[in-house]
């Protein structure tokens, strides 16, 4: 059976798979970093997840389906998370930074629809990829490997995933200590940052050391202002998320459990969408799969096949 967000938060190892993913992110991010700047709020993450869940959703059969601005635009006002400006600044962010692109086709059409860029399909293969390589950390299972060796499965597994998390509200609006550096521009980059530091071994009074945090250095490793950054880590540290063990705010940082504990139980939302997603792809495409892995199917399969454009 697929993790449920329930059953993630009791894992003990759940936290060891974030700070995993979290590594991968940070890697994927030196390598890419202008791609990785436009998804780096939440907002953004969720405007571009939108998107790029409307594209793989295009139906020929159904004249109108597919990407285009207005209808980004509707979506996303729904979940209330961007105005409209907000939409089509983004849509014509991503066409100046060419990671989304009109279909010649739809040249002189009033509606014309988009398509991702290969750089950017190959970032959300990899971001997909990375989050079931951390899954495959809970349980020795073999999601990425399978998911690297069958590229069918992922747009069925990344819309489904994405359309469940853009539908419930707990995943949309995150708890308010979380949404303090996810809100924030290069918030997320900055959290998992932090998060790849930890050292479950250090832990002291529910404290856990992550190193030493260079402003100056980490500002300009994620393009943002070194004084943005400071401001928000002096926000963080009020509110009791991480803090300094020298009292002069010199030295090792500290990341608090009680904050890690809340920051998991949002991220086990998204993590149990992708892990029912990819078990409801692959029971679709493979109807063998449940019987070979002496599993059975979701009990909401019906639903995430529909969601996943499967029957």
Sequence with gaps: MAFTSDDLKRNPDFIRALIHLAVNL????RENPRLCRTLVSHQRWLMGQAAYMLFLEADPAQPGSGLTSAR?????????CASRNTVLAFVEEMLSYRFLRYYPEDEG?????????DVARAGM?????????????????SRAQTMAADRDLADPTHRCAVRTCLENKAWCEPPQRVAMFLWTEAGGLVMDELVSRIDMSRQIDGRMNIG???ARVLAEKFMMSRTHLQRLLKKAASD???GWYDARRGGDMWFSSDFLTEYSAWQAIKFAAIDQA???ARTAIEPQFAEEENSSVPENATSLFQACGLI
């Design 26 to 29: 940070g890697d994927f991010h």
């Design 72 to 80: 980004l635009k509707d979506f996303v006002l729904q979940t209330g």
């Design 109 to 117: 059409r009033r509606s014309r629809r988009l398509e991702p860029a």
């Design 125 to 141: 293969f990899h971001w997909l990829l990375a989050n079931l390589a951390a899954l495959d950390q809970l349980d020795g299972g």
């Design 212 to 214: 030493r945090v260079d």
């Design 240 to 242: 009791g998320c991480i």
């Design 278 to 280: 990819f078990k409801a």
